[in-house]
């Protein structure tokens, strides 16, 4: 999985579920942030509406940036306490929008950084459940200003790092697989479950020399 960004990264895999359900799919984390994606991409060549911009935005993208905010306790407490208490769709939002903020760095690409962005620069993690908040209060302030004209939607890190960042958000959380490749360790342990299935019953003595 790589190296933690942030005290939650690395019980990801144990907390983390690929495929959660929902009373709505439509707000299913991935799907909200893989929509808004699009309609950015879209919002900068004129192709939508701006009442279809508002009310998507308005109705799927803030509820869960809020609803992410509302997790965040999720994201930092190291007993894991918090999710109890917490709605799960609090908790989802929470650790998805948190596992995008560790792989920007990885997925995000720029002509002006031919070699990638560093783990600890621009596109950290947040370290924090201040950070975290302040980060989620920064992509609900661009996307805003981007709907409504005020920022460009020209995101390059010449124009605005703010914009930049807020974008490479949606777009590293539409591109990000929900499943990462197995670790050599993982592939060997799964071999061994598959072997140990398929010789399940089967009298192995018979292959044994007399």
């Known amino acids: 999985?790589?190296?933690?960004?942030?005290?939650?990264?690395?019980?990801?895999?144990?907390?983390?579920?690929?495929?959660?359900?929902?009373?709505?799919?439509?707000?299913?984390?991935?799907?909200?942030?893989?929509?808004?994606?699009?309609?950015?991409g879209l919002m900068a060549n004129g192709g939508l509406s701006g009442d279809f911009i508002h009310n998507y935005i308005t109705n799927y993208t803030f509820p869960f940036l809020k609803t992410a905010a509302v997790g965040v306790r999720r994201v930092f407490d190291k007993t894991l306490s918090a999710a109890d208490s917490q709605p799960v769709e609090a908790?989802?939002?929470?650790?998805?929008?948190?596992?995008?903020?560790?792989?920007?760095?990885?997925?995000?690409?720029?002509?002006?950084?031919?070699?990638?962005?560093?783990?600890?620069?621009?596109?950290?993690?947040?370290q924090s459940e201040e950070e975290f908040i302040r980060r989620l209060r920064e992509i609900k302030f661009q996307l805003n200003g981007m709907a409504s004209g005020v920022i460009s939607t020209d995101m390059t890190l010449d124009t605005s790092v703010a914009a930049f960042?807020?974008?490479?958000?949606?777009?590293?959380?539409?591109?990000?697989?929900?499943?990462?490749?197995?670790?050599?360790?993982?592939?060997?342990?799964?071999?061994?479950?598959?072997?140990?299935?398929?010789?399940?019953?089967?009298?192995t003595d018979f292959f044994k020399e007399s």
Request: neutral net charge; without cysteine.
């Open 1 to 40: 999985m790589g190296t933690p960004e942030n005290p939650a990264f690395i019980r990801f895999k144990e907390r983390f579920q690929a495929y959660p359900v929902y009373d709505d799919p439509a707000r299913a984390p991935k799907t909200v942030v893989s929509q808004t994606e699009s309609i950015i």
């Open 91 to 126: 908790n989802e939002a929470a650790d998805f929008t948190n596992v995008v903020f560790a792989w920007m760095h990885h997925f995000a690409t720029s002509p002006y950084l031919p070699n990638g962005f560093a783990r600890r620069g621009m596109l950290r993690a947040p």
């Open 165 to 203: 960042r807020t974008y490479q958000f949606f777009r590293v959380g539409a591109v990000m697989p929900l499943k990462f490749p197995e670790s050599e360790k993982e592939k060997e342990e799964h071999s061994r479950q598959i072997m140990a299935k398929i010789l399940e019953g089967i009298d």
